[in-house]
């Protein structure tokens, strides 16, 4: 079956440093990625979405100048957390729809800035 | 490790039937379960959850009560309509709140 690959799946960082984290559909093409949040005992929230070839579109209350976001190929989606401090620390997830409309998850990326 | 099973999809129904969609989890402790809807060029969105055992989630008409004797979470609603197709998700949280596992989606198509 379709494979979406996260990476790293864990990030420990300083403050002030930038973290990117790759998501790669591995084995079909992604037009659309979508990249999530998930806060401590909470649901995943969504962030926004990326589509290939022109911008990204952010879900209200995200910043889009610290999550920046590139859909650099049909299987490559980057999320770049830049100048990153402690309340950023969550868990990333990304997911990738196939043509034939099911959606696929990455393993997410645990990011922890100090 | 954690998984959650639910059933294949696609699910068709004609409007107004009875939707039911299994689910069943593995995990240790007690998770917090959850239900995520995908409608079509769209992302994942939160449609209910339950956080302990016996709790009811529910939304939108759809609901799902947490069982942990059966390790189960089915999503159910008494009259599904057009605008419910979509791709229906279960997950869990584990009770560290760092592991979150989906189930594979299933489909539910609904003919007018």
């Known amino acids: 079956g379709a494979v979406v690959s996260q990476h790293p799946s864990r990030v420990i960082c300083k403050s002030g440093t930038s973290v990117k984290i790759e998501c790669r559909s591995l084995?079909?093409?992604?037009?659309?990625m979508f990249w999530y949040r998930q806060f401590p005992k909470q649901s995943l929230m969504l962030m926004a979405t990326?589509?290939?070839?022109?911008?990204?579109?952010?879900e209200q209350g995200v910043e889009k100048d610290k999550f920046l976001i590139n859909h650099a190929s049909l299987t490559l989606s980057t999320l770049t957390v830049t100048s990153a401090h402690p309340e950023d620390s969550s868990f990333y997830i990304c997911?990738?729809?196939?043509?034939?409309?099911?959606?696929?998850f990455g393993s997410g990326t645990q990011l922890s800035v100090l | 490790g954690n998984s959650v099973t639910q059933m294949e999809g696609p699910v068709t129904l004609s409007e107004e039937a009875f939707l039911t969609i299994n689910c069943t989890y593995t995990?240790?402790?007690?998770?917090?379960l959850f239900w995520y809807v995908q409608y079509p060029g769209e992302g994942l969105q939160l449609l209910l959850k339950a956080t302990k055992a016996d709790d009811k989630g529910s939304n939108k008409g759809f609901e799902a009560t947490y069982r942990k004797e059966t390790t189960s979470f089915h999503l159910e609603k008494g009259s599904v309509q057009v605008s419910d197709s979509a791709v229906y998700f279960c997950?869990?949280?584990?009770?560290?709140?760092?592991?979150?596992?989906f189930g594979g989606g299933t489909r539910l198509m609904v003919k007018p």
């Open positions: 995990a240790t402790g007690y998770p917090s």
């Open positions: 997950a869990l949280i584990n009770n560290a709140g760092n592991m979150l596992t």
């Open positions: 084995d079909f093409q992604a037009t659309t």
């Open positions: 990326s589509n290939e070839g022109s911008k990204a579109t952010y």
């Open positions: 997911s990738a729809p196939t043509g034939g409309g099911k959606l696929f």
